[in-house]
C-alpha cells in the first residue's frame, strides 16, 4: 500500500447545510473520495465544527479502515470496494445530522428549473427510471437522497448513478450515458456511472412520483390524496426521529401543495411519455 508521505488536502463536502471533513492518508483514497463527492466539495473550510470521516489505508493489507470523530465504524477490503463503503458511511452521517429539513430516500430531477421528487424503497427501479429520464430532457441532482424543506425547496445529493446487477445491461444501452460510462467504477457489486453535468440546488418541488417497476404491467398512474401522500414520504423519511412529529408536519405540509402520483409500470417510455403529458411539467 502506497501511502503519501504528504496527506492529501483534506476534502469539505457540504449538503443540504451539513458538513462533513474527508481525511485521508493516501492519494487513491482522496481520489475515491473526489469520484464520488465531487459536486458537494466545499473550497471554503467550515467555521463550525463538522463530523471528521477519515479513511485510512492499512499499511498491512490492500485494505482501508474508515474513523468517524476517531472512531473505527467501517472497512473497505480494497480499493474496489471503497466507493460505494464511504458513500454509504458519509450518506449516514448528513442524515442524522439534519434536523430542519426531510431527508427522503428518493431520486431527484429537474425540468425548466423545477423538481421532480421520486420518493420509493429500495428496489423499486428508481435508479433506473432516474438513469432513462437524464435521456427525455431531465437533469440530474440524485438518485438516492433528497433534502426537502417545507416550503418545497429541494436539494439533491448528488453522486455517480448507482446501477445494480439487475439494470446494467439496460442503462448499458442508453446512448447518453455512453461517455459517463467509459469512467465508471464497479464497486461491490455496483457500477458507479459519474454524471457529468452541474447539477441545479435548491430548486422549487413541482410534483412527487412513487415508482414501482413491475415487469409485465401496463403503466398505471394512481392520484394520491395528502392522507396516502403523507403515508409514502413517511416510508421514505430517512431522519424522523430527528424532526418535529417524527416529520408529520413537514410531509403533511408538502403532500397538501403538491401533486402526487404512484405508478407501476414496465416500459421506461411509458413514464416519460406520460410525464411528458402532465399539466404539472
Not at 55 to 77: K, R
Amino acid at each position: 500500500m502506497n501511502i503519501a508521505p504528504n496527506l492529501p488536502q483534506p476534502l469539505h463536502i457540504s449538503f443540504a447545510g451539513n458538513a462533513l471533513q474527508i481525511q485521508t492518508n493516501c492519494q487513491a483514497a482522496a481520489e475515491v473520495a473526489e469520484f464520488v463527492f465531487r459536486w458537494h466539495v466545499n473550497f471554503r473550510t467550515p467555521t463550525d465544527t463538522v463530523t471528521l470521516l477519515e479513511v485510512l489505508a492499512d499499511t498491512d493489507s490492500d485494505g482501508y479502515q474508515l474513523h468517524v470523530n476517531g472512531e473505527l465504524v467501517s472497512v473497505a477490503n480494497c480499493l474496489a470496494d471503497l466507493p460505494v463503503v464511504l458513500m454509504q458511511l458519509a450518506q449516514r452521517h448528513l442524515i442524522v445530522a439534519e434536523a430542519g429539513k426531510a431527508m427522503l430516500h428518493a431520486a431527484l430531477l429537474s425540468k425548466n428549473g423545477r423538481g421532480v421528487l421520486l420518493p420509493a424503497v429500495a428496489g423499486s427501479g428508481k435508479t433506473t427510471l432516474a438513469a432513462w429520464l437524464l435521456g427525455q430532457g431531465f437533469d440530474f441532482c440524485s438518485d438516492e437522497l433528497a433534502a426537502v424543506d417545507s416550503t418545497g425547496i429541494s436539494d439533491g445529493l448528488t453522486r455517480p448513478l448507482n446501477i445494480k446487477p439487475g439494470s446494467m445491461k439496460v442503462v448499458s444501452s442508453f446512448d447518453w450515458l455512453h461517455e459517463a460510462q467509459q469512467l465508471a467504477r464497479l464497486s461491490c457489486g455496483v457500477m458507479l456511472v459519474p454524471w457529468g453535468h452541474a447539477p441545479l440546488q435548491s430548486l422549487p418541488l413541482q410534483l412527487i412520483v412513487s415508482p414501482k417497476f413491475v415487469p409485465g404491467a401496463s403503466l398505471h398512474v394512481e392520484p394520491l390524496s395528502p392522507g396516502r401522500c403523507v403515508m409514502m414520504l413517511m416510508e421514505t423519511l430517512l431522519n424522523a426521529r430527528n424532526l418535529p412529529k417524527h416529520g408529520l408536519t413537514l410531509t403533511t405540509r408538502l403532500a397538501a401543495t403538491l401533486p402526487s402520483y404512484r405508478i407501476t409500470y414496465s416500459r421506461l417510455e411509458d413514464v416519460s411519455q406520460w410525464l411528458a403529458g402532465t399539466h404539472e411539467l
